[in-house]
T-cell receptor
Framework: GAGVSQTPSNKVTEKGKYVELRCDPISGHTALYWYRQSLGQGPEFLIYFQGTGAADDSGLPNDRFFAVRPEGSVSTLKIQRTERGDSAVYLC??????????????FGEGSRLTVL | GQNIDQPTEMTATEGAIVQINCTYQTSGFNGLFWYQQHAGEAPTFLSYNVLDGLEEKGRFSSFLSRSKGYSYLLLKELQMKDSASYLCAVISRQAGTALIFGKGTTLSVSS
């Protein structure tokens, strides 16, 4: 597609529920990143995919968070047993080849998650 | 670990020049980015520096000093539409290939 697409744009859920957030990167981009942004803060790195594999998942806060990219394109971020502290905007970004020195990240509009 | 510091807020008037500073501490520095983010929108790329010196791109310029762990973003001929958050981000070998962001500087431009 023309840009990075994320769905849903807004998600309200109750504490303890399971949530899936979807990211469709720019066509042809092999690298995909998930970030989380709380109000007044910069984006916080969660996980990075190169193709189908998670090249770096060091930013995932705990084992309730998991992400997949089975065919090397669309990615899903999965959050189990949601907590109020998970409320944030979840940003997805893609880049052509993961070589950030030669190309920048292109961000989606984000999915705003609110856990009541 | 890594640490990126930027002022939280800045204000300026239309037509003026503003400089947003960023200091960083990281092991294995591999480049610095500036992004612009309007409220409720996605961050968009402004500049990338990996070598010392000034990179100019229209009204925006970015400077890097690797020995000082310091960068600034210079915005000239400010316009109301420049009101946004400006995010400094670094690539470090310690972070793999991900960008690590600072908290951002919220710039308010008034007429």
């Amino acid at each position: 597609g023309a840009g990075v697409s994320q769905t849903p744009s807004n998600k309200v859920t109750e504490k303890g529920k399971y949530v899936e957030l979807r990211c469709d990167p720019i066509s042809g981009h092999t690298a995909l990143y998930w970030y989380r942004q709380s109000l007044g803060q910069g984006p916080e790195f969660l996980i990075y995919f190169q193709g189908t594999g998670a090249a770096d998942d060091s930013g995932l806060p705990n084992d309730r968070f998991f992400a997949v990219r089975p065919e090397g394109s669309v990615s899903t971020l999965k959050i189990q047993r949601t907590e109020r502290g998970d409320s944030a905007v979840y940003l997805c970004a893609s880049s052509l080849n993961g070589q950030l020195g030669t190309g920048e990240l292109f961000f989606g509009e984000g999915s705003r998650l609110t856990v009541l | 670990g890594q640490n990126i510091d930027q002022p939280t807020e800045m204000t300026a008037t239309e037509g003026a020049i503003v400089q947003i500073n960023c200091t960083y501490q990281t092991s294995g520095f591999n480049g610095l980015f500036w992004y612009q983010q309007h409220a409720g929108e996605a961050p968009t790329f402004l500049s990338y520096n990996v070598l010392d010196g000034l990179e100019e791109k229209g009204r925006f310029s970015s400077f890097l000093s690797r020995s000082k762990g310091y960068s600034y973003l210079l915005l000239k001929e400010l316009q109301m539409k420049d009101s946004a958050s400006y995010l400094c981000a670094v690539i470090s070998r310690q972070a793999g290939t991900a960008l690590i962001f600072g908290k951002g500087t919220t710039l308010s431009v008034s007429s």
